[in-house]
């Protein structure tokens, strides 16, 4: 079956540090892939996704690059905000049921 | 676009009551409509999927009796939590998609708390 693999959390940074927050995945076939953001007391937002090898999604200053070779779909931003504060899920989209998987989701929170 | 509405935001009801959680999809026709529940710092756990005039697909586990889904038109899909415990109390997320698309469309979700 599918399965989603999240770095565990919490993570804490200061302000403009570097963010890696690694994401692998296990699917039959070809999957679609992406990263959601929940801030708060909020539903899901997508951030960012990408649909084949070698795609990289990008929103926000976020980007995250479609590894077949590796099945990954690591999230990277280069300097974060306290703004960026929330938890990131990654997940996966495989098969006709359309039904996404997601990652145990992880904390991030960024110091001012 | 896009936008997918759910009401209430939150809802405190009494063991042994029943309460109904709408989803809307506000600016597009929602084909298929997705119910998610959320423990505290966990993933979402799908419960059903719902397609307008079908009736729902329960996920292995979640008791189709105690949480009514029925997805009546192409804008709304409502779920019921029936004779409602203490164990119920959770976030639930909606999302919402089209025919012709495979992303999903999330709600802000609803807090029910049951006392």
């Known amino acids: 079956g599918n399965s989603v693999t999240q770095m565990e959390g919490p993570v804490t940074l200061s302000e403009e540090a570097f963010l890696t927050i690694n994401c692998t995945y296990t699917?039959?076939?070809?999957?679609?892939l992406f990263w959601y953001v929940q801030y708060p007391g909020e539903g899901l937002q997508l951030l960012l996704k990408?649909?084949?090898?070698?795609d990289k999604g990008s929103n926000k200053g976020f980007e995250a690059t479609y590894r077949k070779e590796t099945t990954s779909f690591h999230l990277e931003k280069g300097s974060v905000q306290v703004s960026d504060s929330a938890v990131y899920f990654c997940?996966?989209?495989?098969?006709?049921?359309?039904?996404?998987?997601f990652g145990s989701g992880t904390q991030l929170t960024v110091l001012p | 676009g896009a936008v997918v509405s759910q009401h209430p935001s939150r809802v405190i009801c009494k063991s042994g009551t029943s309460v109904k959680i709408e989803c809307r999809s506000l600016?597009?026709?929602?084909?298929?409509m997705f119910w998610y529940r959320q423990f505290p710092k966990q993933s979402l756990m799908l419960m059903a999927t719902?397609?307008?005039?079908?009736?729902?697909?329960?996920e292995q586990g979640v008791e189709k009796d105690k949480f009514l889904i029925n997805h009546a038109s192409l804008t709304l899909s409502t779920l019921t939590v029936t004779s409602a415990h203490p164990e119920d109390s959770s976030f639930y997320i909606c999302?919402?998609?089209?025919?012709?698309?495979?992303?999903?469309?999330f709600g802000p979700g609803t807090r029910l708390t049951v006392t």
């Open positions: 999302s919402a998609s089209t025919s012709g698309d495979y992303e999903q469309y």
């Open positions: 699917a039959t076939g070809y999957p679609s």
């Open positions: 990408a649909t084949k090898a070698d």
């Open positions: 997940a996966l989209l495989s098969g006709s049921a359309r039904q996404l998987t």
């Open positions: 600016d597009f026709q929602a084909t298929t």
């Open positions: 719902s397609n307008e005039g079908s009736k729902a697909t329960y």
